[in-house]
């Protein structure tokens, strides 16, 4: 088959969605050939992550027509000696689907990012795919304003929060508190677990955001320490007593790190070590992973399932073509199929994606003042915060070379530093404390300075 013949077989589904009217369209949609140009060059969707499902999905929204994309994924493809013989197994299952990035020996080592952008930029012909490597908390506001939409493949919480109070950040508001739709950046979000898995559509300041529905995540298993230390029963307790018990005993003061693949393997090595002396068989470093970061084994069908429903959500975002999901999809095929499509109703007092935190202030506050008043602030609680106005660092925490450089600010009025504007928006990267640990969060403040022109007309419900 011909390239171009390959190009027409695969756009013909496409071109049914995109060529033609219909019933279930959305108003501003215009059907034709132009649209499906728009696609390829104007576009520019970013995925965040690199796993079994961000791959699938990278796969899935190149094939559907998008030719512009970015993906972003900290980790790197790894195969421990121990659990050799195991991946042996899920690399020739992995290899009968085709677009699967599967850890062959020579790109062990490699960032995930840039492998799957590799391989789907091998087998999708025209699509031009930007890997990075590294942490979503360490790329600026600016990369991501970039994007005219955000999909996500995690495993975690704590990143699908992060990325959906990064997007929440460029929403503004009217004066009467509406969203301006201009501003308000998409997101497709998916998770699979297993055999169940989700799909749903975020659109800040309309639909809920993550924040706004975090109570549909259960709370993590928790151990009594007291089993951990005494009687172990099972692999997952050897884990648990290296990875919450033995640590701090040998690392006293050292923070442990998930993602250092380092300390991973020391509490790998100590688990096997408690499960030899209490004969319990199971402990591999692949489950260790799986305890320490609660993640749960990928299940090829579900990501290809959950994927095809966010690359299709994605299209029907930026082209209109029909109407969006209502607003979050789950899957369950653990036993025989379930689906089923809930319509949550948005907080209109949520932190994240709402107008933004009131605080008031005097003209005279420091921006080092402004900081401590943010970890006291009994809505916020947010500690070493970095701070920027209009896309400017007024005060940076890390790294070393951006803190030295805004250091000279925390002594400055942040009045000044805002340029005497009564009232405006700023937004602060820090930690807060959450079930018992520290995660990285931004928050989005509205910033009031009383006796100024121009504060009087703003709702001062709930400042500080």
């Known amino acids: 088959m011909t390239n171009s013949a390959v190009q027409q077989s695969r756009s013909r589904d496409l071109d049914k969605l995109l060529?033609?009217?219909?019933?279930?369209?959305?108003?501003?949609?215009?059907?034709?050939?132009?649209?499906?140009?728009?696609?390829?060059?104007?576009?520019?969707?970013?995925?965040?992550?690199?796993?079994?499902?961000?791959?699938?999905?990278?796969?899935?929204?190149?094939?559907?027509?998008?030719?512009?994309?970015?993906?972003?994924?900290?980790?790197?493809?790894?195969?421990?000696p121990v659990d050799l013989a195991l991946s042996a197994l899920r690399v020739l299952a992995a290899i009968c689907l085709v677009f699967i990035i599967t850890a062959l020996l020579e790109d062990v080592g490699k960032p995930k990012a840039?492998?799957?952008?590799?391989?789907?930029?091998?087998?999708?012909?025209?699509?031009?795919?930007?890997?990075?490597?590294?942490?979503?908390?360490?790329?600026?506001?600016?990369?991501?304003?970039?994007?005219?939409i955000i999909a996500l493949g995690l495993d975690s919480i704590e990143a699908r929060s992060y990325i959906n109070a990064v997007a929440c950040s460029f929403l503004e508001y009217d004066s009467n508190d509406n969203p301006l739709e201009e501003t308000i950046k998409p997101m497709v979000?998916?998770?699979?677990?297993?055999?169940?898995?989700?799909?749903?559509?975020?659109?800040?300041?309309?639909?809920?955001?993550?924040?706004?529905?975090?109570?549909?995540?259960?709370?993590?298993?928790?151990?009594?320490?007291?089993?951990?230390?005494?009687?172990?029963?099972?692999?997952?307790?050897?884990?648990?007593?290296?990875h919450l018990i033995k640590w701090d005993e040998v690392h006293s003061g050292k923070a442990f790190d998930p993602d250092d693949p380092e300390h991973m393997k020391w509490v790998y090595d100590e688990a096997v070590k408690r499960a030899e002396l209490f004969g319990i068989p199971g402990v591999t470093y692949?489950?260790?992973?799986?305890?320490?970061?609660?993640?749960?084994?990928?299940i090829a069908s579900t990501n290809a399932?959950?994927?095809?429903?966010?690359?299709?959500?994605?299209?029907?975002?930026?082209?209109?073509?029909?109407?969006?999901?209502?607003?979050?999809?789950?899957?369950?095929?653990?036993?025989?199929?379930?689906?089923?499509?809930?319509?949550?109703?948005?907080?209109k007092d949520c932190?994240?994606?709402?107008?933004?935190?009131?605080?008031?202030?005097?003209?005279s506050v420091t921006l080092e003042k402004f900081i401590g008043l943010l970890e006291e602030h009994p809505k916020l609680q947010l500690s070493k915060a970095s701070i920027s106005?209009?896309?400017?660092?007024?005060?940076?925490?890390?790294?070393?070379?951006?803190?030295?450089?805004?250091?000279?600010?925390?002594?400055?009025?942040?009045?000044?530093?805002?340029?005497?504007?009564?009232?405006?928006?700023?937004?602060?990267?820090?930690?807060?404390?959450?079930?018992?640990?520290?995660i990285s969060c931004l928050r989005k403040l509205r910033v009031v300075f009383k006796g100024v022109d121009g504060v009087a007309d703003m709702d001062t419900a709930g400042g500080a």
């Open 305 to 347: 399932i959950i994927s095809a429903a966010c690359a299709l959500e994605t299209l029907k975002i930026v082209s209109g073509c029909s109407k969006t999901l209502s607003n979050y999809l789950t899957y369950n095929g653990a036993e025989g199929l379930h689906t089923k499509v809930t319509e949550f109703v948005k907080d």
């Open 19 to 80: 060529l033609r009217p219909g019933n279930l369209v959305e108003p501003a949609f215009e059907p034709g050939p132009g649209l499906r140009e728009d696609l390829k060059e104007l576009v520019k969707v970013l995925v965040v992550g690199a796993g079994g499902l961000g791959c699938e999905l990278l796969k899935d929204l190149a094939l559907s027509g998008f030719r512009e994309l970015e993906v972003i994924d900290m980790d790197r493809i790894e195969i421990m």
């Open 114 to 148: 840039e492998v799957a952008a590799k391989h789907v930029m091998e087998r999708v012909s025209g699509v031009n795919i930007v890997p990075h490597f590294g942490r979503i908390e360490d790329k600026e506001l600016d990369f991501y304003s970039n994007f005219n």
């Open 189 to 242: 979000d998916g998770g699979t677990e297993g055999f169940k898995g989700h799909a749903r559509v975020i659109m800040p300041g309309v639909t809920p955001c993550f924040e706004c529905t975090i109570w549909l995540f259960p709370p993590q298993v928790k151990f009594p320490l007291c089993t951990l230390a005494e009687t172990p029963r099972n692999a997952a307790h050897c884990i648990e007593y290296a």
């Open 351 to 363: 932190l994240v994606c709402g107008p933004g935190v009131l605080v008031e202030l005097e003209t």
């Open 286 to 298: 692949s489950l260790t992973q799986g305890v320490v970061k609660n993640i749960i084994p990928a």
């Open 389 to 438: 106005h209009r896309g400017k660092n007024l005060y940076m925490q890390a790294p070393p070379v951006l803190e030295e450089m805004t250091r000279s600010n925390l002594g400055l009025p942040l009045f000044d530093l805002m340029g005497k504007i009564s009232k405006d928006v700023v937004h602060a990267t820090g930690t807060i404390i959450t079930s018992d640990k520290k």
